[in-house]
């Protein structure tokens, strides 16, 4: 198969997307299995709060970290091994987690191998950017990036399947996980004409992380998707804290939080198809910083606060798919995966500082003003910087690689 040279995606394409959505879903949910049943597990284990934030943070944070690898050997086997290969792979810690729900220690044990369904997010960018023609890419990976609304679903079901049997959740997943597994190895399918790296793996990632893009889009998807995982953990409790929320009702309204991310992302993507995507991550960004400083004078009123909170989800899920927008325009082909997992990984881990500084200022001060404030300036700052800077940001070469760093994969 040629390069492409028009705008058009071929049912190829259309197939690779959908099925890289599927397996994206499953894994994150996969990914999400412990957290929904922290407090379940808490009546058998009698864990400490600090006890049950490690327990959750473990497959988060690998997950998060594996990606800078699985991009990488994505971009030298493929996602047709990879997706097939991970999506297997993951059901061993699935199943394992049913003998290991007595044992704090072998939960941790097996919630780090958990983690592996994280990294799924490096395997499908890759795969989606080289079916699509650029002027279709934003779009389409944000329809991947709605994959993430596997963590909502797991928040959702995983506790209701558990009541109605301890191990359901985890023998239903598990078969989900083997289906899709088959599927993907029939479905998935990598582009003949790919360039393919041959250099070794670290040599690659140091590569990507010398490039100058890699580190800014780093910080912004910290921004965007980080902004995102921060309030998917911090939300529920800042509202039960400040405006006095039963756990059910804050719990409904975090659900809501992410629903809306979910469904604006590819929005921010199929935007950046249309206008330049650093414009689009720039007044999206821009947003957030407005309504972070309405927050942070505390609506009195819940429902001015749901507006606000709602149209800051709005924001990070847009600038969430402008950024990989912006990654497809600006990374070299050949090393989109290996770019992608590291931008990925800081946007997981870039979740995880938030919430701690909205605690500290809590209890410090006694109030969430601060933490907002924050907030509004890192947006900002990305406002600023996207517009400024990464409206300049040369496109991608076209061209592959030397002869000496890639080889073209010969058609099936």
Not at 233 to 254: C, F, I, M, N, Q
Not at 328 to 337: D, E, I, L, S
Request: net charge positive.
């Amino acid at each position: 198969m040629s390069a492409m040279s028009d705008d058009r995606a071929g049912p190829a394409a259309w197939r690779n997307l959908v099925t890289a959505t599927v397996g994206f879903t499953l894994t994150f949910w996969a990914w999400n299995l412990v957290a929904p049943l922290a407090g379940d597990l808490d009546e058998r284990l009698h864990m400490t709060s600090f006890a049950q934030s490690v327990l959750v943070a473990v497959p988060v944070l690998v997950g998060s970290l594996g990606r800078v690898p699985m991009g990488a050997l994505t971009d030298r086997y493929g996602a047709r091994l990879m997706f097939p290969l991970v999506s297997a792979l993951t059901i061993v810690p699935v199943l394992l987690l049913i003998p290991a729900r007595s044992n704090y220690p072998a939960l941790i044990l097996v919630g780090f191998v958990l983690g592996l369904g994280g990294t799924t997010f490096a395997i499908g960018v890759p795969l989606v950017n080289a079916w699509f023609p650029p002027a279709r890419r934003g779009a389409a990976l944000g329809v991947f990036g709605m994959g993430m609304g596997g963590v909502a679903l797991s928040g959702y079901f995983t506790p209701r399947m558990y009541r109605h049997g301890e191990t359901l959740p985890f023998l239903a997943l598990a078969l989900a996980l083997a289906v899709y597994a088959v599927l993907a190895a029939l479905l998935v399918t990598d582009r003949p004409d790919r360039p393919v790296p041959t250099a070794p793996l670290t040599k690659r990632l140091a590569e990507a992380g010398r490039l100058r893009v890699t580190w800014e889009l780093s910080a912004l998807y910290a921004i965007g998707f980080g902004g995102i995982v921060a309030f998917g953990v911090y939300l529920p409790t800042y509202l039960k804290t400040w405006y006095e929320l039963s756990p059910t009702d804050a719990g409904t309204r975090a659900a809501g939080f992410a629903l809306v991310t979910v469904v604006f992302r590819p929005f921010g993507g199929w935007l950046s198809d249309r206008i330049h995507p650093a414009l689009v991550t720039a007044w999206a960004l821009g947003l957030v910083a407005l309504l972070a400083v309405v927050q942070a004078f505390d609506p009195a009123l819940m429902p001015t606060a749901t507006i606000c909170l709602l149209a800051m989800a709005a924001g990070l899920g847009t600038a969430s798919g402008s950024v990989f927008a912006l990654v497809a325009r600006v990374t070299p082909q050949a090393q989109v995966g290996s770019v992608t997992g590291i931008v990925g990984a800081t946007g997981g881990l870039g979740g995880f500082v938030p919430p701690l500084v909205m605690g500290a200022v809590y209890s410090a001060h006694g109030s969430y003003s601060i933490g907002f404030m924050l907030l509004s300036d890192l947006a900002l700052a990305g406002c600023v910087y996207a517009y400024g800077r990464m409206r300049t940001a040369g496109a991608a070469p076209a061209e592959p690689r030397p002869a000496a760093e890639a080889r073209k994969v010969p058609a099936d």
